[in-house]
């Protein structure tokens, strides 16, 4: 990804229209949405379920395409992309976190950590080195060779946190990176996500029913009825 491209111009929705089918019906989740956010920026988006947060996770990362309008990315339309470019374009440019972590259990700790760069095809000695260092960053040195299944779900999100980071990615896309904690693990989780961010500037975009979680972000937004509105702390 070229990195010429203007902050307040690094992520641009315009227009945005989307909908389902359910059943004879019609379910409208956006109308003409429309959003700016500025490179390395940590954005909270916040909604009602059923608002569409991860929905517009989804759009962002190319994973689902909208009805009408186009979405920007640094200097890629993504939405202008066929299905196979999309989905290079999320594995070296986008990581993603999910609530329920995503690791494959017949992977190692250190296995599912390299993923990415494997995909990539840039797990160089160098990658790997910086992989290892991010290891042992979030505690788990020692576990490089353990299952998912015998880690925590503190450890499991730390290390799903690791691997979406592991290839420098421009944006990182987290759904409720902390709902399946507790809320000591939550903050410790929290604290990690923030101190990679600010090591690396990943922009990042965190769905999350928090506002205690949000606070910690530099952007608040508000999703409802298909529009975002920008909201204080």
Known sequence: MKTDVPAATFITIQNIGKHYAEGDNQRTIFTDLNLDIHRGAFVALLGQSGSGKSTLLNLLGGID??????????????????????????????????????????LTVEENLLLPLELNNIATPDQRGHALALLHEIGLGARQGSFPERLSGGEQQR??????????????????????????????????????????????????????????????????????????R
């Open 65 to 106: 395409l909208p009805d009408r309008g186009q979405i920007r990315i640094g200097d890629q339309i993504i939405t202008e992309l066929t299905e196979v470019q999309r989905t290079q374009f999320r594995r070296r440019h986008i990581g993603f976190i999910f609530q329920f972590f995503n690791l494959i259990p017949t």
């Open 159 to 232: 290390l799903a946190i690791a691997r979406a980071l592991v290839h420098r990615p421009a944006l990182v896309l987290a759904d409720e990176p902390t709902g399946n904690l507790d809320s000591a693990t939550g903050e410790r989780i929290l604290d990690l996500l923030l101190n990679l961010h600010q090591q690396v500037g990943t922009t990042i975009i965190m769905v999350t029913h928090s506002r205690e979680v949000a606070t910690r972000a530099d952007r608040l937004l508000y999703l409802d009825g298909g529009q975002i509105r920008e909201i204080g």
